[in-house]
């Protein structure tokens, strides 16, 4: 699994930000499948099925403001 997050901050004031992020990841997965009652496998993969994502999974807003 692998994830990379980026973002960019505004400046609305002397003491007011605005933060907007984002975050995309990818996870790669193999694997056999096998049937419980029988034991054989359901699939027709020679060694072992292969699944994989790149998805968004995190964003937002953020809002901060500087007190002193």
Same mark, same amino acid.
């Given at each position: 699994m692998? *994830?990379?997050t980026g973002g960019y !901050? &505004? !400046?609305l004031s002397d003491r /007011?930000? /605005?933060d907007i992020y984002a975050t995309i990841g990818?996870? !790669?997965g193999f694997y056999k499948g096998y049937?419980?009652?029988t034991g054989k496998r359901y699939d027709s993969a020679e $060694? &072992?099925?292969k699944s994989g994502e790149i998805i968004p999974y995190? *964003? *937002?807003i953020m809002i901060s403001? $500087? /007190?002193k």
């Open positions: 692998i *994830g990379v !901050q &505004f !400046q /007011l930000n /605005l990818s996870s !790669q049937d419980r009652s $060694k &072992f099925n995190r *964003g *937002g403001y $500087k /007190l």
